[in-house]
């Protein structure tokens, strides 16, 4: 069956290092990735958008990479700020014709002071 | 601009009775996507509409739940016969564009509906 795994568990980093998120999917071909950010009884906020051709993004002090080798994105904050602390989704289409994009369950982010 | 706006934003309602929850996409937008996010769960995935037609429902259950997206008007999403399981915060969210081959295929989300069955 068709999974996006994100690290459910709470991830602390202290404040001013990298903090680096996992998604894997498996059973999925996916043309392109997204990423986004959601706040507590907020809706989720596009950050960025990888496609199936490019093995790296950057924008600002968040990178994104795509292995579809290994199934896998890989999302970084460099220089963590508190205001980072957040849910992150990943998120990808599921093909077969359907344009709605289908989520992982998201991993919480907390940046400590 | 204004984003997706959804409206109520909390809706509270007893079993047996219906839900209508309301969304109006970005300003230029013709696509439209329901989701339903439970407590430490994802987002699931339940209805993509362009104006006047369902393009895919797989995500929605067949009873008590129906979509639309009037040529005039926003998008409603119907729940029928609320049950406790219903309960639930309800995303809408919309674009521009789907193609892989549009510059951006990001969906711009609106704040939810809260949806509570007493």
């Known amino acids: 069956s068709q999974k996006i795994e994100q690290n459910s568990e709470a991830l602390n980093i202290q404040e001013g290092k990298t903090a680096t998120l996992t998604c894997n999917y498996t059973?999925?071909?996916?043309?392109?990735l997204q990423w986004y950010r959601q706040d507590p009884g907020r809706g989720p906020v596009f950050l960025l958008l990888?496609?199936?051709?490019?093995k790296e993004k950057r924008k600002e002090r968040l990178k994104v990479t795509f292995d579809t080798t290994l199934k896998q994105s890989l999302f970084h904050i460099t220089a963590s700020q508190p205001a980072d602390s957040a849910t992150y989704l990943c998120a990808l289409t599921a093909g077969g014709g359907a344009d709605g994009l289908t989520f992982g369950k998201g991993t919480h982010l907390i940046i400590q002071p | 601009n204004a984003g997706v706006m959804q409206n109520p934003r909390h809706l509270v309602r007893r079993r047996g009775q219906e839900a209508r929850l309301r969304c109006s996409p970005v300003?230029?937008?013709?696509?439209v996507y329901w989701y339903r996010q439970l407590p430490e769960e994802g987002l699931k995935f339940m209805v993509y509409?362009?104006?006047?037609?369902?393009?895919?429902e797989s995500g929605m259950p067949k009873e008590r739940f129906s979509a639309e997206f009037p040529k005039e008007g926003p998008s409603i999403l119907r729940i029928q016969q609320v049950v406790r399981g219903d309960s639930a915060a309800y995303f809408c969210?919309?674009?521009?564009?789907?193609?892989?081959?549009?510059?951006?295929?990001?969906?711009?989300f609106g704040e939810g509906s809260r949806l509570t069955v007493l």
């Open positions: 990888i496609r199936e051709n490019e």
């Open positions: 059973n999925y071909s996916p043309a392109y």
């Open positions: 300003k230029g937008h013709s696509h």
């Open positions: 509409l362009q104006k006047e037609n369902i393009i895919d």
């Open positions: 969210a919309s674009s521009r564009e789907t193609s892989v081959i549009a510059n951006t295929g990001e969906l711009f």
